[in-house]
């Protein structure tokens, strides 16, 4: 924030999930220090309410607020004025709190079954590298294992599995629970581990 503040710059803050967050109070974005001088603030309705909307939003410095109105004052929104409103009622209610309590407590559920399914499956092969919060688990194999192969077997499988690269040669899954139902976790994940463990044998013989 110093750093922006002394070369009169402007911090993005893509703060796309931070309401979902289950072991600790989300961390206070950075939107409200200063007196929101420094920051530019993105957010969207997809993670905790519904992708279809298409709603996403911006939280301006006063400065650039005042641009932002002069040069587009005429555009054109995508999203039907209908559903703005409706949404901001919602929120003005207090509907939205209500709703995120909730959204927090099912995703919290099928975020433990998650995390305890993949450690009770392949718990000794892989590291949970990010866990707590959003919509998916983050973890990195602790053996060699070719995941362009893992992912090629798991689409036979229906399954669609993304990989992330931390750097250094790091490869990462990212394993999404945000589209299942609590009863189908672990079904999945024993479909999964079938997956996993052939990949892994192949590459041992």
Excluded at 44 to 63: E, G, I, M
Excluded at 95 to 116: A, G, M, P, S, Y
């Amino acid at each position: 924030m110093n750093w922006a503040k002394k070369n009169n710059c402007y911090i993005i803050e893509d703060d796309y999930d931070s309401e979902l967050s289950y072991n600790n109070r989300p961390i206070p974005a950075m939107q409200g220090i200063n007196n929101n001088k420094q920051v530019i603030y993105t957010g969207t309705f997809s993670k905790s309410f519904s992708p279809s909307l298409r709603v996403a939003y911006l939280v301006l410095p006063p400065k650039i607020l005042e641009m932002y109105k002069k040069e587009f004052d005429y555009s054109f929104s995508t999203v039907p004025i209908d559903i703005q409103k409706t949404l901001a009622l919602f929120i003005k209610e207090g509907f939205w709190d209500r709703h995120l309590r909730k959204v927090r407590t099912q995703n919290k559920k099928k975020h433990d079954i998650l995390k305890e399914a993949l450690n009770s499956k392949i718990g000794k092969e892989i590291k949970i590298l990010r866990e707590g919060s959003g919509l998916n688990l983050l973890i990195e194999p602790l053996i060699n294992i070719d995941l362009e192969k893992l992912n090629e077997e798991a689409i036979k499988n229906q399954i669609k599995i993304y990989t992330r690269d931390l750097g250094n040669n790091r490869q990462t899954l990212s394993m999404g629970f945000g589209g299942f139902k609590e009863e189908q976790i672990e079904k999945a994940v024993e479909i999964f581990e079938k997956v996993w463990q052939k990949v892994k044998n192949k590459e041992i013989d």
